[in-house]
C-alpha cells in the first residue's frame, strides 16, 4: 500500500474540488427558492452587493458568496434593471439572475390628459400608485435648477410634463418620473420647427402659448383659430386676458370660485394685470396645441367667449364681444347648467 500514497495525495485535492463543484452546481442550478412568489425591487442606481445582500436576506438565493462569484466570472454584476419583479415558487440561483436581468418589470399604466398643471399630474400620479407623494412631486416640478438640469429654460418643469399615456413602475421615483415624461415631451416635438413660430417667439414662449391654447378650449379644431386670436393681441400689445392664467397664479390657495379680485389681484400669470405672456406655462399642452401656435390661423378677432358647449364665439371688435357675452355668459338660460359662473352664483 506505501507504493500507492502519491494516488491518495493527488486524488485528495481533484475530490476536493469536484465536491466544491458539485456543491456550487447544486447552489445555482438544482436548489430551488421554495416560498410563495415574491415581488423584489431593485432601486435606481443600486449597486450590485445591495442587490445580493437583500436576495439572499429574503431566502431567495441559496449564497450571497455564490451568486456573487457567478456574477463577477459572467459579468452580469452591473446588468440588473432597475424595476419591480415578480421572483416564482421553484426559482433557483439562474432563474433569478434571468429575472432581474432580462424580466419584465411590473408596471403601471398611467394617463395623463391635455391640459393638466403639474398640481393635476402630481395628484393623478400619487392616486394611481405611481408616485409616493405628491408633495414632493411638486416641489421637484417647481425647482429651477431642476429644470435646467433639463434643459428647459422657465423656473418650472411646467409645460414640458407630456400629457400621453405611460407605464411606470409603482412607487417610482419622482424625479425619474420627472425625467421620462420630459424625454417624451423632446422626442414628440422634435421634428416640430420653432424657428418658424408667429412674433419670433423663442421655443419656451410657444409652450406658454400653447399651454392657453389648450386651457381655452375643448374643441380641438378650434385651437388654431384661438392661438391666432393671442397672436393678434400681442401683435396690439393687448392684454390675453385669458381666465386660466389668473386661476394658475393663485392655483394652490384657490377654492375653484373665480372673483373679480383675483383678475385684478397682480401675479407672474395673470394676463389681466400684465401686458405680455405670464412668466411660464400654465399647464402641459399637447403636440396640437404646439402646433396650433406654430402655425395660428391668420384672421382679425381679437376676442372669443364661451357657447358653453365647449366651443367659441369670435368676435373683431368689443362691441360684438360684449354682446356675445351678454348672450352666452349673462343669460342665465344660455349657460344653465353649462358654465363655472354658475358655480360661482351658487357660492
Avoid: C
Avoid at 316 to 322: A, V
Amino acid at each position: 500500500m506505501k507504493k500507492y500514497w502519491w494516488v491518495f495525495i493527488v486524488a485528495a485535492p481533484a475530490f476536493a474540488f469536484l465536491m466544491a463543484g458539485v456543491m456550487v452546481y447544486y447552489k445555482v442550478g438544482v436548489w430551488e427558492y421554495k416560498g410563495d412568489p415574491v415581488v423584489f425591487e431593485v432601486k435606481p442606481g443600486e449597486g450590485f452587493s445591495k442587490i445580493n445582500g437583500r436576495l439572499h436576506a429574503k431566502g431567495l438565493i441559496s449564497s450571497a458568496k455564490i451568486f456573487h462569484r457567478y456574477a463577477q466570472i459572467n459579468g452580469l454584476m452591473t446588468k440588473f434593471k432597475a424595476g419591480r419583479f415578480e421572483i416564482p415558487k421553484n426559482s433557483n440561483m439562474l432563474d433569478v439572475f434571468d429575472t432581474l436581468i432580462k424580466g419584465q418589470s411590473i408596471t403601471t399604466s398611467v394617463t395623463v390628459p391635455e391640459g393638466k398643471n403639474l398640481f393635476e399630474i402630481a395628484e393623478i400620479l400619487q392616486s394611481d400608485g405611481i408616485i409616493k407623494d405628491a408633495d414632493e412631486f411638486i416641489t421637484l416640478a417647481k425647482d429651477e435648477s431642476f429644470a435646467k438640469e433639463l434643459g428647459i429654460p422657465g423656473k418650472r418643469i411646467e409645460g414640458y410634463l407630456y400629457p400621453d399615456t405611460y407605464r411606470f413602475t409603482p412607487k417610482s421615483e419622482a424625479k425619474d418620473v420627472i425625467k421620462t415624461m420630459v424625454d417624451i415631451f423632446n422626442k414628440r416635438t422634435e421634428q416640430l420647427d420653432f424657428t418658424k413660430a408667429p412674433l419670433d417667439l423663442s421655443k419656451h414662449e410657444v409652450v406658454i402659448l400653447a399651454s392657453l391654447v389648450e386651457k381655452e378650449t375643448g374643441a380641438s379644431f378650434e385651437r388654431p383659430q384661438i392661438a391666432g386670436v393671442f397672436v393678434n393681441r400681442l401683435k396690439k400689445r393687448m392684454r390675453l386676458q385669458s381666465d386660466p392664467t389668473t386661476i394658475y397664479g393663485i392655483y394652490e390657495n384657490f377654492n375653484g370660485n373665480l372673483r373679480k379680485k383675483h383678475l385684478l389681484e397682480k401675479t407672474p400669470y395673470n394676463t389681466y394685470k400684465i401686458p405680455a405672456l405670464p412668466v411660464g406655462p400654465i399647464a402641459n399642452p399637447g403636440l396640437e396645441s404646439l402646433k396650433a401656435v406654430l402655425n395660428p390661423d391668420k384672421h382679425q378677432f381679437l376676442y372669443f367667449v364661451s357657447q358653453n358647449d365647449g366651443t367659441h364665439v369670435f368676435s373683431k371688435t368689443y362691441r360684438e364681444h360684449r354682446e356675445a357675452v351678454n348672450r352666452y355668459q349673462k343669460n342665465y338660460r344660455a349657460r344653465q347648467g353649462k358654465s363655472w359662473r354658475d358655480l360661482k352664483e351658487k357660492n
